[in-house]
């Protein structure tokens, strides 16, 4: 009998086995001795009539026979004693909803009395005590601390103004993928880290991007400790099914909550001390940027006891926050890459769509995830078969409610069998084979409102992190599988088992190797790094004079002005590690000589855009015979350029109809741009008409702007490095802020 304990209670050594043998024991005994009360149990179970459900033995109740994969067993008892069922687990009550009718009652019809949760022993400890959102009851506190997180950390526009580092995370993650082409990889790892390093971004970015607290240097242990923390989360423990014998800890499950608890809460300490120094030379704060944990700072000193938090509080919703967003999403990452590689002909579907929408010159930027809806409908059939979280979290009511004709008494643990109702035959034609088609006809979303589809939820508890995992899902596995082409290896066995937990994973992690798909290398370069992004354009006289010299010497065997040495110079010379130009079959090739020069020096990238495959054509025949190998982009440029992040350098031509509309398109890098604009004299007013083009309200700024009487007359803006990630108005603002030398005790005055 003790193999079937393994889902409640996994024993790990002789002394795990000896204490589950005793409780056995004991329960047998009180077998005999509590016959009585048995029988009265079950007699007042009928009165009250509580969901059907299996008996169980005196005080252990069902728990000896519940195996290891909750999910199917419930819909297997679901299938014995219809949609609604209830089992007593020790001490507690547990029923579980498995059909839409039902779930509807739960989570719409009486959602404020079940918004309540039943955490476990080990997630109070690690949310100190319970103070998280995750974990709290439906009170005060959660409303105000659910309306900060989803309003200032995961709002539309905040999201928006975070993309750099989603972007700058996923481009990492192709890059260092890029270097271990040929080898075997874990998916679920490389999906874990880079969206462990975008969460805390959001939440103490300013932190890293001051340089005190890069990603790295907290390092993979936090990483390591943050996985662990997930699954002990998703671990049963006798303790939540016997609150007596919760100070005992027999199974030592809190006491390793405990470690790594001291371990997270060790680096949080660390990261808001810092801050609050930091903080304390500010004369004026408002003037920075506020990413989560600044917002949680400010708030903590109100006294308005609405809205006030603790410092425990603060980092209670810290882990929260990491923990709800980085384990479900490289899980389903993991989840949809393991369904493509089982069907070739969704891989081909998939990898078609990429090279249609964003070209196989092209790396993956988030402006092509709406276009992308055969991809769109691969991730939610594998969300249907695969839902990361099968019965969501649990429900807790905080009254006795009626449900399906049976009684819910007050604090029953209540699960929505959202497995169930994914595969329920009713729901879906043919529910076990994985057909994205289902998706394609644009009625499905993440909100709940088809109740036959709930991979977040739904009601007051629902996932507030929708769009920001949408956005992750499909950012990182276009990203994958653009750039690469995925194999499993041939020596391992495949198979799409599960095994439950909090966050439902593959049984076997999925290993697959990968080979380069896109043609260029440099395709495969960080550009627009956190690092990179953090300076600002500096100038270096040496690079811009190698890159004008070497500038001339390609350009021997052509006359004329010398608009492409000083072109070449500048792009160098302000380290250009991305160019982007727009060319056609009528213009000059030396500028595009010049620019290919300069991305030599800088190690940059160079892209040139050109309207039709006419101009694609004479422009390679061109840069070919000079030996140069250019990435070149058929499209409206426009358009192109929309889909381009982080361009620091930008070459148009004044003269063409759609100048205006590629300013206004381009996303400059955060360290700032410079914009070349051909052919100025030739255009009225050049200057006064770029300002307009950046006065939109925006964070754009030209800083500067210069006309060079050179060739056709070159206008030359200098675009001003931006910190706005955090999306604020504060970013807009220019004030003089004071620094304070710690040392010296010295006061400095400073224009921001
Ligand atoms: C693939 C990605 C994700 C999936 C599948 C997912 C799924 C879920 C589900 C099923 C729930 C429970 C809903 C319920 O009880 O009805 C939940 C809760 C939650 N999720 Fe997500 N989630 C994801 C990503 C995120 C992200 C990116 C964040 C935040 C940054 C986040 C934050 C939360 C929080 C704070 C809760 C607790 C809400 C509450 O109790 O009020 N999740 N999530």
Redesign the pocket.
């Known amino acids: 009998m003790i193999t079937c304990w393994s889902w409640w209670w996994e024993a790990e050594n002789d002394q795990d086995k000896l204490i589950a043998r005793t409780l056995l024991t004991i329960s047998a005994l009180s077998l005999v001795f509590l016959c009585y009360k048995w029988v009265s149990f079950y007699t007042k179970k009928a009165t009250t009539s509580l969901p059907p459900g299996p008996y169980g033995l005196p005080v252990v109740g069902y728990l000896p026979f519940l195996g290891t994969n909750l999910h199917e067993i419930f819909t297997n008892m679901a299938h014995r004693y219809g949609p609604i069922f209830s089992l007593q687990l020790g001490r507690k009550l547990h029923v579980v909803v498995n059909s839409i009718d039902l779930v509807k009652v739960v989570a719409r019809d009486l959602d404020n009395s079940f918004a309540n949760r039943s955490p476990p022993i080990t997630g109070l400890t690690i949310t100190y005590g319970g103070a998280s959102?995750?974990w709290s009851n439906n009170n005060t506190y959660w409303r105000n601390l659910?309306k900060l997180?989803v309003s200032q950390v995961?709002s539309n526009a905040n999201l928006k103004a975070s993309q750099s580092f989603r972007t700058n995370e996923v481009k990492k993650t192709v890059h260092d993928v890029y270097k271990k082409i040929g080898e075997k990889m874990d998916i679920n790892e490389i999906v874990f880290n880079t969206e462990v390093n975008v969460?805390t971004s959001m939440i103490w970015g300013r932190s890293k991007s001051e340089g005190g607290l890069e990603a790295s240097h907290i390092g993979d242990r936090f990483r390591e400790v943050e996985m662990k923390i997930v699954k002990l989360l998703g671990t049963s423990n006798i303790s939540d099914f016997f609150p007596v014998l919760s100070r005992f800890d027999l199974q030592r499950r809190n006491q390793e909550m405990q470690r790594h608890l001291e371990y997270v809460d060790r680096i949080f300490d660390n990261i808001i001390e810092k801050r609050i120094k930091d903080n304390s030379c500010k004369m004026d704060e408002e003037d920075e940027r506020k990413d989560l944990l600044q917002i949680l700072l400010e708030l903590k000193d109100k006294k308005d006891t609405e809205t006030s938090f603790n410092m425990l509080q603060i980092k209670a919703l810290l882990t929260?926050?990491i923990g709800?967003?980085t384990d479900?999403?490289s899980t389903?990452v993991e989840w949809v890459m393991a369904e493509i590689l089982n069907n070739s002909n969704v891989m081909q579907q998939v990898q078609d769509e990429l090279t249609n929408v964003v070209g196989m010159n092209n790396i993956v930027e988030e402006s092509h995830m709406n276009k992308l809806t055969y991809l769109d409908a691969v991730i939610k059939e594998t969300f249907r078969l695969h839902p990361?979280?099968p019965l969501?979290?649990n429900r807790c009511p905080d009254e006795s409610c009626m449900v399906g004709g049976y009684t819910i008494p007050k604090n029953t643990i209540v699960y929505m069998n959202v497995w169930a109702i994914h595969r329920d035959p009713n729901n879906w034609t043919n529910p076990l084979e994985f057909k994205p088609e289902r998706f394609l006809n644009g009625k499905w979303d993440y909100n709940g409102n088809n109740m036959k589809f709930l991979?977040?939820?739904?009601?007051r508890?629902?996932?507030?992190?929708i769009a920001?995992?949408d956005k992750m899902?499909m950012y990182i596995l276009a990203s994958l599988l653009h750039s690469f082409e995925w194999k499993l290896p041939k020596d391992d066995e495949f198979e799409l088992c599960d095994e439950f937990g909090l966050v439902m994973k593959k049984r076997k992690p999925l290993v697959a190797i990968p080979t380069q798909r896109l043609p260029n290398d440099s395709q495969f370069q960080v550009f627009g790094t956190k690092q990179a992004n953090r300076m600002k354009l500096v100038w270096s006289p040496e690079m811009a004079t190698k890159a004008f010299m070497d500038t001339v010497k390609s350009c021997e065997v052509y006359q004329g002005s010398s608009v492409k040495e000083l072109i070449s110079a500048m792009a160098a010379g302000w380290n250009a590690r991305f160019i982007i130009e727009t060319w056609c079959h009528s213009d000059v090739i030396t500028t595009s000589i010049g620019l290919a020069v300069a991305s030599t020096h800088t190690f940059g990238r160079h892209l040139c855009i050109v309207p039709d495959e006419d101009s694609r054509a004479k422009y390679v025949a061109a840069m070919e015979k000079l030996g140069m190998s250019p990435e070149v982009v058929v499209g409206d440029p426009e358009t192109v350029v929309n889909g381009l992040e982080f361009i620091d350098f930008l070459v148009v031509d004044s003269r063409k109809n759609d100048f205006d509309r590629i300013i206004k398109a381009a996303k400059f890098g955060h360290r700032g741009a410079v914009l070349v604009c051909k052919n100025a004299n030739l255009t009225a007013a050049a200057d006064f008409r770029l300002r307009s083009l950046f006065d939109d309200g925006g964070s754009r700024r030209i800083v500067r702007s210069v006309f060079l009487p050179v060739g056709n007359g070159l206008e030359i803006a200098y675009v001003a490095a931006v910190e706005s990630w955090a999306g604020s108005d504060e970013t807009k603002k220019r004030r003089w802020i004071k620094r304070v030398d710690r040392q010296s005790g010295e006061e400095f005055l400073i224009r921001k």
């Open positions: 959102i995750l659910r997180l995961l969460v929260d926050v709800a967003a479900t999403t389903m990361p979280l969501l979290i991979p977040f939820g739904l009601g508890r629902m996932c507030p992190g920001l995992g899902l």
